[in-house]
């Protein structure tokens, strides 16, 4: 990875939408998707790819009146991503990622994989109860999930630009998001930028003696 290429770009606001990310390229972005890390392995997403025009067109359409601007960044590019986060966690998905683990034998030890899953209730329990903070706590992994997503894809020569400016409630309602016990937290669009419109000016970033120290 050419870090120092990373820290010298822009996020991509303009994309050219006569270019589409080669499936190949899709599915080993999605492979890594699927592979990022969560608190606990909670994994508390769902994620919508939205490769077809009337997908993207769906989505463009019910960003909410204030958020318009942000419909042609989504229809011109490759695909865009609706990344969602559980309203709550029922002990039914608890269970379902227990079975998932027992499954691929990720504790080869019994005993061990029981106490994780003590330890795995208990540290949730906290979140409900102590900090009360179980939804936004689950948010996170989900920026987690879009942090690293990005820096795979450039890895593998894909602009991703995430974008928070949608109305949750109308991308919700148009997807039916919320039957599913979801609701959407962060859009990611992919692509390839306009060459006609790539930011060139230099980033601005305070400088280190403003943002470290070492102690």
């Known amino acids: 990875m050419n870090l120092d290429k ?4 822009h996020l991509t606001r303009y994309f050219d939408p ?4 080669p499936e190949e390229t899709l599915q080993q972005l999605l492979r890594f998707l699927r592979s990022t890390p969560s608190s606990v392995n909670v994994q508390p997403n769902h994620f919508y790819v939205l490769a077809t025009r009337e997908g993207k067109e769906r989505l463009a359409n019910n960003l909410g009146e204030r958020f318009q601007d942000n419909g042609e960044k989504i229809l011109n590019a490759s695909h865009t991503i609706i990344l969602t986060t559980r309203a709550d966690l029922p002990d039914s998905h608890l269970e379902a990622v227990f079975a998932k683990e027992r499954a691929d034998g990720r504790f080869p030890d019994p005993s061990k994989q029981e106490l994780w899953e003590s ?3 208990d540290f949730l329990n906290l979140r409900s109860y102590g900090y009360k903070d179980l939804n936004h706590w689950m948010e996170k992994q989900t920026y987690m999930a879009v942090g690293l997503t990005m820096m795979a894809a450039a890895e593998l020569g894909v602009e991703a630009t995430p974008l928070e400016g949608f109305d949750p409630a109308s991308v919700d309602k148009a997807f039916k998001i919320r039957e599913t016990g979801h609701s ?3 859009l990611l669009a992919l692509g390839y930028p306009d060459p006609a419109r790539v930011y060139t000016s230099p980033i601005s970033r305070f400088d280190a003696d403003q943002l470290f ?3």
């Open 6 to 9: 990373l820290m010298s770009k």
């Open 18 to 21: 006569s270019k589409t990310i």
């Open 119 to 121: 330890m795995t209730r």
């Open 184 to 186: 959407t937290t962060v």
């Open 213 to 215: 120290t070492f102690i």
